[in-house]
């Protein structure tokens, strides 16, 4: 290497590296809120569902979904509850790993109860798997309710 490349290759690299860093603080928050306000969508909009024609949630429990262990009415109950309660969470970042990890158990629980379940269907809930995933090891992030109390919190340990 000649040396005007020796010189200029740390320049290079360290305004890379910096540019990087800025990226991440500003894009990785926006991200994790991103994909809490997606999955919460998806899961919110199918509990709408649920309770908005609540005769037809009874007969797909009782005829479709074979959940586990509950009865059709306490699986249904429970489904539309934690479709509604849990995306509110989620999407907020309130209690937001266990938000995540309610609706990663929901989307399971849906997955192993429809046994008619397309391809398609099959693939949207892994990636919703995925998503939940991703909150809940890596947690709500900044741009959350959390991140907010936890702040307030730690500040008032400082200064009490």
Known sequence: MNP????????????????AAHL?????????????????SVFFRSGWLKISDWDSTL????NEYHVPVLSPNAAAIMGAGGELLLPVLLALGLAGRFGAAGLFVVN?????????????????????GVLLLVTL???PGRLSVDCWLTRRLDRGRQTG
């Open 137 to 139: 090891l890596h947690g």
């Open 4 to 19: 005007a490349t020796t010189q200029l290759l740390p320049l290079v690299m360290r305004r890379a590296n910096a540019l």
């Open 24 to 40: 991440e603080n500003w894009l990785t928050p926006l991200f994790d809120l991103g994909i809490r306000l997606y999955v919460a």
């Open 59 to 62: 007969v797909l429990f009782e």
């Open 108 to 128: 399971v629980v849906a997955v192993l109860s429809y046994p008619d379940l397309s391809d398609l269907g099959r693939a949207d809930h892994l990636l919703w």
